[in-house]
């Protein structure tokens, strides 16, 4: 069902406690001020909490300090946000390999090519690696997970996580205890009216974290089983979809594992547009709790006749509402609870233990169809706020939010000049608005997030006040010798690092701007 704009506000305020905020780091050997996954801690803070050199007074004084150019091949888009571990900077490219520098000046010191465990398909890394236990794993667009040492880049075990010729890993893996938690998503839900839609199913996956075997595996939807065909003649399978894009996060205290799953592509049975609380250790099934009571979607909905192809739009069920963004776990005095964001533009928080619903607060404009007005990627949370971006809001806003109950105690959208100033405006894309398409990141007294319009913002985070702005869609000149392009700083690559002083982020997701050159990672310091 649509939420629509109706706002929930359960559950009274109390006393906030910030004792998660930088604990249950994935790997005992890292340090506080190293980002070791995508979700920085395993409660999946996104918070820099022992950043001490850049803050609100000083952030005015950030400049670029070097860039790494990505050849351009014909994907251009760029989705590997960084792991910064100690003096390393790990991430994957647009070009079928992956990468390890030297975080402070960008000089290379190992990569890896993808293609030397498989040469066929789509070679790319769409998630962000994790580092622990001397290794660094992630995924690629073909259903593999790798595990790589952390020192040589030398392979330690592959693994493809789903043989089905759409899977992908979008979700950014986690390690806890010897395993590596990751979720598998597909792009099987195409607009080819010929094709047997469809026979993926989402799931999350344990695997150890030493040899690559699967521990156990949660599938989102029963087995899809043929139901018939399509008008154009075509198989047609029910149910499936439910992709996993979000990232994994864990409770320490309980070892429960949060994910979120995305709509059905076929069907509407299984666990679609659900968060998903399981036993860490087993796989067991502690509570779930879906927040869209239908959503059945596949991008032929937006055909401009989809008659016959989307059963969802005559009752309205077509809505693409995943929840695609990763959980965020905080205490609220003795209570631990677990919040996540929407496609449909709700902050949902429930009880960690029971998923009893906590509140709800509309924060996005929900779009039926199609799901970009909400929350895509995720929030930050910094022992104070929530910082949760909105997408094609109209205008995409950032908002600071009280995690007790809901409560918006500032927000601040996005300009609206954004996309008639800088590259945006001079390489013009109808495309462009004002809104945020990356997950939010939060240092001590600041908040983070870049936009669509391909620049990048830090905020203050007790008003909201924009302190600071860097356009990317420019041409820069790589450490590695070429040239490349920043764009839009969206999608799961779009989110920033911040690691020892330096401020990193990837430039060169959808919409692109320009695609002559290949794009670019940035790395900003005082």
């Not at 199913?201 to 699967?214: C, F, I, K, P, Q």
């Not at 596949?298 to 055909?303: Q, S």
Request: hydrophobic fraction near 35%.
């Amino acid at each position: 069902m649509s939420w629509g704009r109706k706002l929930f506000t359960v559950g009274a305020a109390v006393v906030l406690s910030a004792s998660l905020v930088g604990s249950g780091s994935a790997d005992r050997s890292t340090r506080d001020s190293d980002w070791g996954s995508w979700q920085k801690d395993l409660v999946g803070s996104r918070y820099a909490v022992a950043e001490h050199r850049v803050n609100a007074r000083n952030v005015k004084n950030l400049k670029l300090k070097w860039a790494f150019a990505y050849p351009k091949t014909a994907s251009t888009t760029v989705r590997s946000a960084p792991a910064v571990v100690g003096n390393t900077i790990y991430f994957g490219g647009s070009d079928g390999k992956f990468y390890a520098r030297d975080a402070r000046n960008g000089a290379a010191k190992w990569e890896f090519d993808l293609t030397s465990v498989d040469p066929d398909g789509r070679a790319l890394v769409h998630d962000g690696p994790a580092v622990s236990g001397g290794k660094v794993f992630f995924g690629d667009a073909r259903g593999y997970l790798y595990a790589l040492d952390a020192r040589s880049g030398a392979l330690r075990w592959s693994t493809r996580v789903d043989a089905h010729p759409s899977a992908t890993v979008t979700s950014s893996p986690i390690v806890y205890k010897g395993r590596v938690y990751v979720g598998v998503s597909s792009d099987e839900n195409g607009g080819d009216r010929n094709y047997p839609c469809c026979t993926f199913r989402g799931h999350l996956d344990s695997l150890d974290a030493n040899t690559g075997e699967l521990k156990w595996r949660h599938y989102t939807v029963p087995e899809p089983q043929q139901v018939g065909t399509w008008p154009s003649g075509a198989a047609r399978f029910e149910p499936s979809g439910a992709g996993v894009w979000s990232s994994p996060v864990i409770d320490p205290r309980t070892g429960t594992v949060f994910v979120g799953t995305g709509q059905n592509y076929t069907g509407s049975a299984g666990d679609f547009d659900t968060l998903l609380a399981l036993d860490a250790r087993t796989g067991g099934v502690r509570w779930k709790n879906q927040v869209t009571e239908a959503d059945t979607w596949r991008v032929l909905c937006n055909d401009p006749d989809p008659t016959g192809y989307c059963p969802g739009l005559a009752d309205g069920t077509a809505l693409d509402y995943d929840i695609g963004a990763t959980p965020n776990i905080f205490r609220v005095g003795d209570r631990t609870l677990v919040g996540v964001g929407q496609k449909v533009g709700v902050y949902h928080v429930f009880d960690a233990r029971t998923g009893e619903v906590v509140w709800r607060r509309q924060l996005g404009e929900p779009w039926p169809s199609g799901g970009i007005g909400g929350i895509q990627w995720g929030a930050s949370y910094d022992g104070r706020w929530l910082y949760i971006p909105t997408y094609y809001a109209d205008p995409g806003t950032l908002f600071a939010v009280d995690p007790a109950n809901g409560d918006v105690k500032w927000q601040t959208e996005a300009p609206a000049d954004g996309c008639t100033t800088g590259g945006a405006g001079q390489f013009p894309n109808p495309l462009c608005a004002p809104a945020h398409g990356a997950p939010a990141t939060s240092s001590p007294g600041l908040a983070w997030v870049g936009g669509v319009d391909g620049k990048l913002r830090a905020y203050d985070a007790a008003d909201g006040r924009i302190l600071w702005t860097y356009d990317t869609v420019r041409t820069f000149t790589g450490v590695n010798g070429i040239e490349g392009m920043g764009s839009a700083i969206t999608g799961t690559g779009g989110g920033v690092v911040i690691s020892d002083g330096m401020v990193y982020v990837q430039s060169g997701y959808w919409p692109e701007y320009s695609t002559e050159k290949g794009h670019v990672l940035l790395a900003f310091g005082l």
